[in-house]
């Protein structure tokens, strides 16, 4: 095991996928010369060149349809967008060619690509800066949807995504860059999709989560332990495809469950695991499912109210609390 | 059709064929594509008016002449792309007009198994990389095709097909810029009908279409798509230079549709006087034109052009029993190709239904 942050866990995967396959190159906004903005492409330009490691011009409309074209006909892209907020420009090229052309052309076409970058808030960017896209593509079947939490699984599910046959959209935390981890060194440590991982064992509830929250969820987790609670912190990784059987293993074990998610509640990724929970596992529930979500508001700027909308680790604890009628 | 004329505008129509070097042969070919492409729409048409096709569907009818002359100088290892008016240009590229047919009918012989109908015709074997339904959403497609082409140090050619009204689109002039910056092959075809559905173009745009690529630094270039000749030549001539390494090229593809914009449309009403679709019918029939050039130049005589036209009618008749006999996709097939990799573990169908 080597100790090392998100941020180059990415750029090995990255790394080590180009190595392997040379159909696969990456291009985005200041990936290349600058070395990416938030530096997970850092050096790689050196290693690869600029035929496969390519700066954009600010298209993200243009250039993600350019790289759905060159997988179209045969490439590996990795787009990366500078953050998941720009990348509205960009998803009809997403939705409607990239997740739709293998159905549409009746299995002619697959389309392997990642589209990767930061999604959900960081801090103090207001509005258009902060938030989480995920369900807008998790809602399109032909699109898979992956959110790593720590360092080990950004580098396994990195590598999995770019070896997918299907687009996937690819989403990190622009907070968790930073955040280190053990990462196995093995030069082909491969997550695969669909494995949701149990980032904390417990009896008493179930908090299941995704992405950066995940680490909301500990905290909580921490903080119930010291009540005598203990919960099972459930790490959905791919939100498409989903681990629905991990999802029923907790639910049946605990009977509680909150469901923790950075973006919004209205038709959130928490509002289709809450719908399928009590479809496959009504009888097994000893309560309500209760969801913490980001405020159902657009994110404000001062730090303040921005702390109000986002979800915490004390609106997790509360809502545990409740499912567990304490 | 207009009756066969005996005087025609040209001196010498052998000069017509000399001027544009294009031998007899080819000409007589073009004279027969074009013809199959009259054919088949008509029999679109009908089977659209009995209800055997569904949706929305585009015939190219006026517009044979800027299909077929396009594609013609193509190898087979070039691809097209195309937006949702192309029928016939997937016929041009080499897909069967069978498999066109049934896809319009729904069928599961149809090029793209019945999951596209008129707007999405796939042929990976042929390159005809589809048959797009978004204005202007395929241009980045094609840009990327021709990304893959300088990628892998190959020599084909990429050429993409829009209505005039995909100009405006930011799709359009993002692509432009990045094919003029990486130097790519492919040529930009806009068929200019004169309408964005019922806007002409003049309503909405304050340049002229030849205009439109310029500031990007892709060369634009006009030519008279009623006129299949010229616009073999021209893009036998531009498909040379794009192979060569000249980097992308843009047309202005001057035609115009004797439909209108979908079959659900009237030919003509407030966006445009029935008599500019009467006068252009009568004088710019890209059929008719090269018809009188090769019946004046000798190249073909009337027995022989009705002959082809028979041999047309009976291919379009064929697609439409081929269409007619196949059979409906099967239910069990419904969820097929919704994924190219079906994950060992976890759910990718969320509808409770089993995939």
Redesign the interface.
């Known amino acids: 095991m080597a100790v090392m942050t998100y941020r180059a866990a990415l750029n090995e995967a990255l790394r080590e996928e180009m190595q392997r396959d040379p159909d696969v190159?990456l291009m985005g906004e200041e990936v290349a010369e600058y070395d990416g903005a938030y530096k997970v492409s850092k050096g790689l330009l050196y290693e690869f060149g600029d035929?496969r490691v390519v700066d954009?011009?600010i298209?993200e409309?243009?250039?993600?349809?350019?790289?759905?074209?060159?997988?179209?006909?045969?490439?590996r892209?990795v787009v990366e967008f500078m953050t998941f907020n720009f990348a509205f420009l960009a998803i009809?090229?997403v939705i409607?060619?990239a997740a739709k052309?293998?159905?549409?052309?009746?299995?002619?076409?697959?389309?392997?690509i990642v589209f990767r970058g930061p999604t959900g808030a960081a801090l103090q960017l207001a509005a258009q800066h902060s938030q989480a896209c995920e369900t807008y593509y998790s809602h399109a079947?032909?699109c898979?949807v992956v959110t790593p939490a720590t360092p080990a699984d950004a580098k396994g599910l990195l590598k999995a995504s770019i070896r997918?046959?299907?687009p996937v959209a690819f989403m990190e935390g622009e907070l968790l860059y930073n955040v280190k981890g053990e990462v196995p060194e093995d030069d082909d440590y491969v997550i695969?999709?669909?494995?949701a991982d149990l980032k904390n064992e417990g009896s008493d509830v179930s908090i299941i989560t995704h992405g950066k929250m995940v680490h909301v969820a500990l905290q909580a987790a921490a903080k119930l332990d010291k009540n005598n609670i203990s919960a099972d912190v459930l790490d959905l990784r791919?939100i498409?495809?989903?681990?629905?059987d991990a999802i029923l293993e907790t639910v049946k074990k605990t009977n509680r469950v909150v469901y923790l998610e950075e973006g919004w509640p209205y038709a959130g990724t928490g509002a289709?695991i809450v719908s399928?929970i009590q479809?496959e596992a009504f009888d097994y529930l000893d309560a309500p499912i209760l969801r913490v979500t980001q405020a159902d508001i657009p994110m404000p700027y001062a730090k303040s109210l921005e702390l109000l909308a986002k979800p915490s680790a004390d609106r997790v604890v509360e809502a545990c609390n409740k499912v567990l009628y304490r | 059709m207009a009756p066969t004329k005996t005087k025609n505008k040209k001196a010498s129509k052998k000069d017509v064929l000399a001027e544009y070097g294009v031998s007899a042969e080819l000409a007589v070919d073009l004279m027969r594509d074009m013809l199959l492409y009259r054919r088949f729409e008509e029999k679109a048409e009908e089977a659209y008016a009995i209800g055997r096709v569904g949706g929305f569907c585009h015939v190219h009818i006026g517009q044979e002449g800027a299909a077929a002359g396009s594609i013609k100088p193509l190898r087979n290892d070039d691809y097209v792309v195309s937006a949702y008016r192309e029928h016939t240009q997937a016929i041009a590229k080499g897909v069967h007009p069978n498999a066109v047919m049934a896809e319009l009918f729904g069928r599961a012989d149809g090029a793209s198994g019945g999951r596209g109908g008129s707007m999405h015709i796939y042929d990976a074997a042929c390159r005809f990389m589809g048959g797009h339904g978004i204005v202007g959403a395929q241009v980045p497609l094609a840009t990327g095709i021709a990304w893959k082409i300088k990628y892998g140090a190959e020599d084909s050619v990429v050429i993409v097909y829009m209505g005039d009204a995909a100009v405006n689109q930011g799709a359009f002039h993002e692509a432009l810029n990045m094919a003029a910056v990486w130097e790519l092959p492919v040529i930009y075809v806009v068929e200019n009908n004169g309408y964005g559905m019922g806007t002409a173009f003049s309503r909405v745009s304050k340049t002229d279409m030849a205009a439109k690529p310029v500031p990007h630094g892709v060369p634009a270039s006009v030519v008279d798509g009623q006129d299949v000749l010229a616009t073999y030549a021209h893009f036998r001539d531009l498909v040379a230079e794009v192979r060569g390494g000249s980097g992308p090229q843009f047309v202005d593809l001057q035609t115009y549709r004797f439909r209108g914009h979908s079959m659900s449309d009237a030919v003509s009403g407030t966006y445009r006087p029935t008599e500019e679709v009467e006068r252009r019918k009568e004088k710019d029939d890209p059929i008719v034109v090269l018809r009188d050039e090769l019946l004046a130049g000798g190249q073909l005589d009337q027995v022989g052009f009705e002959r082809m036209d028979d041999e047309a009618r009976q291919i379009a008749q064929d697609a439409t029993d081929f269409a007619e006999a196949s059979p409906v996709p099967d239910a069990s097939t419904l969820y097929d190709n919704t994924w190219a990799e079906i994950n060992e573990n976890g759910r990718l169908f969320f509808d409770g239904r089993d995939g």
């Open positions: 190159f035929k954009s011009p298209s409309l243009g250039f993600t349809g350019l790289c759905v074209g060159a997988s179209m006909a045969g490439l892209p009809d090229q409607n060619n052309m293998y159905y549409m052309s009746d299995g002619q076409f697959p389309m392997p079947p032909g898979k997918d046959n299907d695969p999709l669909g494995v791919t498409r495809p989903l681990d629905m289709q399928m479809e």
